[in-house]
């Protein structure tokens, strides 16, 4: 049986009038990249400051590697923040050095770790130049390896694309899934879906401070797939008179080479393969597949039958927040 790594067990928190997080449980498995999604406003942040200890809920609990959470937990997790922060005045190298100590690593252990990852992401020359001085893709590069280089049971990674180009992008996916491989744990923030069909194994969606979806990536997408069919024929179709009867025609079109795309929705349920040879006898059949939604459509679907979301209220609340507790 898995170990779950984190659970969040009913947890409310209230900011003013306004309710950021209504109830909400969730379960992180061992070894797993767990997406936590929603839109702006729907409580994720919140959510993440409760799991970083930077508030706390009014109920509800947090369980953290089997027991209740607990202040000194903090030193076995990364936290990656959507807003970076680094000292813009000290040196790459010596600020890195410095994080890592905060982390219990010895200085000679720290450099010779971080040097290993500096190497790995091409930035190396850069360990005597000041913050300052560096692109913004680079010093996020810094900040992801100061929170993923004391190799902590659980990472958190609140937008970690942002503003990264497409290649830089792809190397910290490439980081994300080695990290899992050599076991830790992540919760991923993100509104990128397509990160998230390339990442994660579970996800919990969250609008308007509920979890309105949650479980595994590939099990929610095959409860949303429909009973619908995609059709590529080699030279058009020949289609059945009483189509109607067995079948909704969603589309039907001919390309510049004469290929016809048909899509199908099938009313009776039928088995994939009895439909494949009904087809299959109408014309030269080059490909078929059944259509599954992506994450985005479902994401749209969900959040759109569950209302829209008005992020101004959690947004004011949190930066009074900010202001009293020095949350950010």
């Known amino acids: 049986m898995c170990k779950n790594v984190v659970e969040v067990n009913d947890v409310v928190k209230d900011y003013d009038k306004h309710r950021a ?12 990249v767990y997406g936590l999604l929603g839109p702006n406003g729907a409580g994720k942040t ?34 990656l923040p959507e807003e ?19 982390k219990g690593l010895k200085r000679v252990e720290a450099k010779r770790i971080l040097e290993e990852w500096f190497e790995r992401f091409d930035i190396l020359p850069w360990w005597n130049k000041k913050v300052e001085e560096l692109s ?23 937008e ?55 479980g595994d990536v590939q099990e929610i997408k095959q409860g949303y797939k429909g009973n619908a069919y995609r ?7 020949e289609m059945p008179e009483n189509v109607a009867e067995r079948y909704v025609v969603v589309s039907k079109e001919t390309d510049q080479y004469g290929r016809t795309e048909l899509i199908l929705e099938n009313n009776h349920k039928l088995a994939s393969r009895e439909i494949i040879s009904e087809w299959n006898a109408r014309g030269e059949v080059i490909s078929f597949e059944e259509i599954i939604p992506n994450m985005h459509e479902i994401f749209l679907d969900v959040v759109g039958k569950t209302g829209q979301v008005n992020g101004y209220e959690e947004s004011q609340a949190e930066r009074k927040l900010s202001k009293e507790g020095g949350a950010e």
């Open 160 to 214: 970690p694309f942002s503003g990264f180009d497409p290649i830089n992008a792809e190397i910290l996916k490439n980081e994300m899934l080695r990290l899992k491989r050599m076991g830790h744990t992540i919760i991923f923030s993100t509104h990128n879906m397509q990160s998230v069909e390339e990442l994660c194994d579970n996800i919990s969606l969250i609008n308007r401070s509920h979890v309105v979806l949650q």
């Open 231 to 237: 059709f590529l024929f080699q030279d058009g179709v």
């Open 21 to 32: 997080l209504d109830h909400v449980s969730m379960s992180v498995p061992e070894g797993k």
């Open 136 to 158: 913004k893709g680079m010093a996020q590069k810094v900040q992801f390896i100061c929170t993923v280089m004391h190799e902590p049971r659980l990472l958190i990674f609140d």
């Open 84 to 102: 970076r922060g680094l000292y813009r005045k000290m040196k790459v190298g010596e600020q890195a050095i410095y994080l890592a100590q905060l």
């Open 46 to 79: 919140t959510l993440i400051r409760i799991l970083n200890r930077i508030t706390a809920p009014d109920s509800g609990e947090v369980i953290f590697d089997g027991h209740p959470f607990v202040e000194k937990d903090l030193e076995r997790i990364g936290y």
